[in-house]
């Protein structure tokens, strides 16, 4: 067994199977199949259902899942550390984020980053919610995340960094229902229709508040894609709740965006693993941390 086995392993775990596994890798798929079944004898266990054209994890699969993040970590840190001997950040740093957070602050932290170290590739997977951010860093996925939560979440696997807090929005199509303003009373929202976020979210939890407090509403689209928020409210479909995050590029598509009364917020945070940090993540932990304090 060696290191890339391991990496072929990994890329099919992380990638749902062999075809995307094989072409993540840029190799061809019999290639792939091959390299796994050679592990798996090495280990004298199988790691995957074959069921079809669907691969299930095994329970041994799933129990080699985190050694093997570890050793092919282990890996690139080695390397990375050599080229820091050398005054040289290199590599690639693996980020998870909730989908507001990565329209803002996160590119501008990547730009900081970026603007200092050009030659290293940064990787945004995405987390839906805080506790997928957590788990993806407590794993090895990723070895940084940044979250956005109702209030700031409690973990004791990884290190948490506290980076801002970033208020909700109200987007509205610019002809109608409401007239142009600074910020929108929340009692206004009553009988209109509302784009949000899937339970679990900061955004959802908001719009259950304004519910709860006597405020009559209906949902008309749930969507786990921010994306697909904006273009829903400029075609009429309802009136959006996005953190504030997307007010330049709503506003710059011609939607109206309101501040709501009274505000709420959502408290931001950088993610790390316990311990050793790639000298590329802990470079861009620095960095996004300074960002935070403007330096």
């Not at 290191?3 to 993540?24: I, S, T």
């Not at 004898?41 to 199988?46: A, I, N, P, R, T």
């Not at 940090?277 to 996004?288: C, D, G, K, R, Y």
Request: proline share 7%; with cysteine.
């Amino acid at each position: 067994m060696d290191v890339r086995q391991l990496e072929y392993f990994l890329a099919v775990v992380d990638h749902g199977g062999f075809n995307k596994g094989a072409k993540a890798l840029f190799m061809a798929q019999p290639s792939l199949s091959q390299a796994i079944r050679i592990l798996e004898k090495d280990l004298g266990s199988q790691l995957f259902h074959r069921i079809g054209r669907r691969v299930v994890l095994t329970d041994a699969g799933r129990a080699l899942i985190e050694p093997a993040r570890q050793v092919v970590r282990s890996l690139a840190a080695a390397r990375a550390s050599v080229a820091a001997v050398q005054g040289m950040v290199c590599g690639s740093v693996a980020i998870a984020s909730m989908p507001s957070p990565a329209v803002e602050p996160l590119s501008s932290m990547i730009d900081h980053f970026r603007d200092r170290h050009p030659g290293v590739e940064v990787a945004i997977r995405n987390a839906p919610v805080p506790q997928a951010v957590i788990e993806l860093v407590r794993t090895g996925v990723t070895e940084l995340g940044l979250l956005s939560a109702w209030e700031p979440p409690v973990a004791v696997d990884v290190e948490l960094y506290p980076v801002e807090e970033q208020r909700f929005v109200l987007v509205a199509p610019p002809d109608g229902p409401f007239e142009p303003a600074r910020s929108l009373p929340r009692e206004r929202l009553a009988g209109q229709r509302l784009i949000v976020g899937e339970h679990g979210t900061g955004l959802r939890r908001l719009v259950e508040e304004i519910r709860a407090s006597g405020v009559e509403l209906s949902i008309a689209v749930e969507s786990e894609h921010r994306e697909a928020f904006l273009p829903l409210v400029l075609k009429g479909v309802g009136i959006g709740v996005l953190a504030e995050a997307w007010r330049t590029l709503a506003e710059r598509a011609g939607a109206l965006v309101f501040d709501l009364d009274p505000p709420a917020s959502l408290h931001l945070a950088l993610v790390s693993r316990k311990g050793w940090l790639t000298p590329a993540a802990a470079e861009f932990l620095e960095i996004a941390t300074s960002y935070r304090h403007g330096l």
